[in-house]
């Protein structure tokens, strides 16, 4: 390694420093300060608090160092990736518990978003071969998210994807769907059997955390049907117990 690059990795490590001590101090810090507790001298610390601040990693203000926005959303990320590992993990866990494909959705902005799916070789999961935002109507996690919309955004959604048919089996038509829905019961398990995909069942269960519409859901093979309901309950065990979990990753 050349005395340049030795040079740029040295810069790097006390510029880390320095963010490492601006971050431990909430109410701000002045430079004497960080240059202190990072153990530079102060022009070294003068130097790279003001590139700090230019690149966005840091503020300044009335000569006291803040966090930046650039720094924050490198914070935002790394949080968000530890709550997305938190709910992979806990597909994993549901996956082997019950042997299905294990799914977790949420309704956000006006769409459905499949945030996270855990299935193996031996149990894949139901291929997506029509787009899930376009076909909530036929698939278990959107019928199970519609479920808990009130009707006027229910409505707005299957104006913006209407209701057509996916396979033999799905909903005829949005009057239909909508009492179908109406009459879906608060926790009770989403079932629909082929309506998405020929060849797969699938059942999903709805979350309550907030004003958040979420859900998790499973799915088998159709000749494996008998399988679906026993696992669904069995799911809905499950998260019982993990619901403080789920509720915390519904912000990703």
């Given at each position: 390694m050349d005395s340049h690059s030795t040079t740029l990795i040295g810069s790097v490590q006390r510029a880390m420093r320095l963010l490492e001590a601006v971050a431990s101090r909430e109410q701000g810090a002045p430079a004497k300060q960080l240059a202190r507790e990072a153990g530079l001298a102060l022009p070294t610390a003068y130097h790279l608090l003001r590139t700090l601040v230019h690149e966005g990693y840091l503020r300044r203000d009335r000569g006291l160092f803040y966090l930046g926005e650039a720094a924050e959303r490198l914070s935002s990320s790394g949080a968000q990736q530890k709550r997305r590992s938190t709910v992979s993990d806990t597909l994993a866990h549901l996956r082997d518990a019950i042997g299905a494909p294990v799914y977790y959705a949420i309704y956000r902005e006006g769409e459905i978003?499949?945030?996270?799916?855990?299935?193996?070789?031996?149990n894949p999961a139901v291929e997506e071969w029509a787009d899930f935002?376009?076909?909530?109507?036929?698939?278990?996690?959107?019928?199970?998210?519609?479920?808990?919309?009130?009707?006027?955004?229910?409505?707005?959604?299957?104006?913006?994807?209407?209701?057509?048919?996916?396979?033999?089996?799905?909903?005829?038509?949005?009057?239909?769907?909508?009492?179908?829905?109406?009459?879906?019961?608060?926790?009770?398990?989403?079932?629909?059997?082929?309506?998405?995909?020929?060849?797969?069942?699938?059942?999903?269960?709805?979350?309550?955390?907030?004003?958040?519409?979420?859900?998790?859901?499973?799915?088998?093979?159709?000749?494996?049907?008998?399988?679906?309901?026993?696992?669904?309950?069995?799911?809905?065990?499950?998260?019982?117990?993990?619901?403080?979990?789920?509720?915390?990753?519904?912000?990703?």
């Open positions: 978003e499949v945030v996270c799916v855990a299935d193996t070789p031996a935002r376009e076909t909530a109507h036929a698939h278990a996690i959107g019928q199970c998210l519609l479920s808990q919309l009130d009707d006027k955004s229910r409505r707005d959604h299957l104006d913006r994807y209407p209701v057509q048919s996916i396979t033999p089996y799905t909903v005829r038509d949005k009057d239909r769907l909508l009492r179908r829905l109406e009459r879906t019961g608060r926790m009770e398990p989403v079932v629909e059997r082929q309506e998405y995909a020929l060849g797969a069942v699938c059942a999903a269960i709805p979350i309550t955390a907030g004003s958040t519409a979420a859900t998790m859901a499973i799915s088998f093979p159709s000749h494996q049907v008998d399988r679906l309901l026993p696992a669904a309950h069995k799911l809905q065990s499950e998260m019982g117990r993990l619901l403080g979990t789920l509720a915390i990753s519904i912000s990703i």
